[in-house]
C-alpha cells in the first residue's frame, strides 16, 4: 500500500512539473497560490517545482546554446519564463578560449587567473565550473608570466576610448634599443596583439620626431608595446583622418610579422618545407604562383622588417627571390 501512495505521489509531482513547465514554455505567468489550488498542494511544494524546473533550464544551456531563465515578475504576479541571451558558451568553447588565454602568456599570474575565473563564472552554467577549471588547473598552476611583470589591462580600454574619439594621446615610452624613456605625442588608430605583447598602432604627430625615422610617409604607423607605455595622458585635442584614408586593422593585420616597423613592400621566396599551408596561415597575403617537385614559389605583401626575421628562421626551407 505504502510503495501504491508513494507512487501516486511521484506521478502527481511529475504531472505538476510538466504542467508549470508547460505553461512556462507557453509564456503563461506562474502563481504560487494558484498552482497550490489547482494541484492540492502547498505553496512550498510548487516553489520546489519552480527550483527544479531552473535547475534544469541551467543544466540545458550548455547544450542549447541559450539561456532560458524563470524569472518573478512583480507586475504580473508570477514567474514567467525569459529567454535571456545566447552568450553562454558550451563547454568545449569555453575550455578552447581558456587553452587560447593560457598559451598567449599576454598577462601577469595574477591578472590571468582573474580573468579565468570571471570568464569561467559567467559563461559556464554553475553545474560544469568545476570540471572545465580542473581541465585548466595544471597550466594555470605551471603558468609563466611575461618577463616584463607589469599591469596594462587598465590602458587598453582607454586607448580604445581615445582610438573610438580620434583623441590625440601623449605617452612617457621606453625604447627597446638604449632603454631610454622618451616622450611621443600619437595619433592611435589601433590595437593589436601578436605573439604574447599587446601593441598600440599609432601616426607620429611630432615632425622633429619623424625625421629620425626611417619611414617618413605618414602612410605607415609606428607600434608602440603597451607594457613598456610607462606614462599615458589622453589630450583634450582631437584628430581627423579622412574616411577614404582610414586606418583598416584588418588590412594591416594579415601584412605585418613580428610587429616591427618598416615600409610596405613585397617579398618572393621558394618553399620546400613540408607544410605550405603553414607558411600561408603565417602570411594571410601569401599567393603560391609556381608549385614543382615539391617546392613552391610565393609571393606576399608584407609591412615592416619582421619578415626578415621570420624568413632566416626557416633555414634551408627558404630561399629568398627578392624584396
Known amino acids: 500500500m505504502k510503495d501504491l501512495e508513494y507512487e501516486n505521489v511521484k506521478s502527481d509531482k511529475i504531472a505538476r512539473i510538466l504542467g508549470i513547465y508547460t505553461k512556462l514554455m507557453n509564456g503563461g505567468i506562474v502563481n504560487k497560490a494558484e498552482e497550490a489550488r489547482k494541484y492540492g498542494v502547498n505553496e512550498r511544494s510548487i516553489q520546489r517545482d519552480i527550483d527544479d524546473i531552473r535547475e534544469y533550464f541551467e543544466n540545458e544551456t550548455a547544450d542549447i546554446g541559450f539561456i532560458n531563465s524563470v524569472i518573478y515578475d512583480r507586475s504580473a504576479k508570477g514567474y514567467r519564463l525569459e529567454q535571456l541571451y545566447k552568450t553562454r558558451l558550451s563547454n568545449s568553447e569555453i575550455l578552447a578560449v581558456c587553452k587560447i588565454l593560457l598559451d598567449s602568456r599576454a598577462f601577469t599570474k595574477k591578472e590571468m587567473l582573474l580573468l579565468l575565473g570571471k570568464l569561467v563564472e559567467s559563461c559556464v552554467p554553475q553545474t560544469n565550473q568545476k570540471a572545465v577549471m580542473d581541465l585548466i588547473s595544471n597550466e594555470e598552476f ?17 586607448l580604445g576610448q581615445a582610438i573610438r574619439a580620434s583623441q590625440y594621446i601623449e605617452i612617457d615610452y621606453m625604447r627597446t634599443k638604449d632603454k631610454k624613456i622618451v616622450r611621443r605625442k600619437l595619433k592611435p588608430v ?3 596583439f601578436s605573439e604574447y605583447y599587446f601593441y598600440l598602432t599609432a601616426f ?3 615632425k622633429e620626431v619623424q625625421e629620425n625615422f626611417d619611414v617618413l610617409n605618414d602612410a605607415f604607423p609606428t607600434i608602440y608595446r603597451l607594457d ?7 589630450l583634450d585635442e582631437k584628430f581627423h583622418i579622412p574616411y577614404s584614408s582610414r586606418f583598416e586593422e584588418g588590412e594591416f593585420r594579415k601584412r605585418i610579422q ?3 616597423g618598416g615600409k610596405l613592400q613585397k ?13 600561408l596561415d603565417r602570411l594571410p597575403t601569401a599567393r603560391i604562383i609556381k608549385e614543382e617537385d615539391g617546392r613552391y614559389v ?7 622588417k619582421g619578415i626578415e626575421m621570420w624568413l632566416r628562421s626557416q633555414g634551408e626551407y627558404v630561399k629568398l627571390m627578392n624584396m
Open 298 to 304: 610565393i609571393e606576399a605583401e608584407v609591412f615592416g
Open 190 to 192: 589601433a590595437i593589436m
Open 228 to 234: 613598456r607605455i610607462k606614462k599615458l595622458k589622453l
Open 142 to 158: 605551471h603558468y609563466v608570466e611575461p618577463r616584463h611583470h607589469t599591469v596594462f589591462i587598465d590602458k587598453l580600454w582607454t
Open 204 to 206: 607620429i604627430d611630432d
Open 267 to 279: 617579398v618572393k621566396f621558394e618553399y620546400s618545407g613540408t607544410d605550405v599551408d603553414a607558411v
Open 258 to 260: 613580428f610587429m616591427y
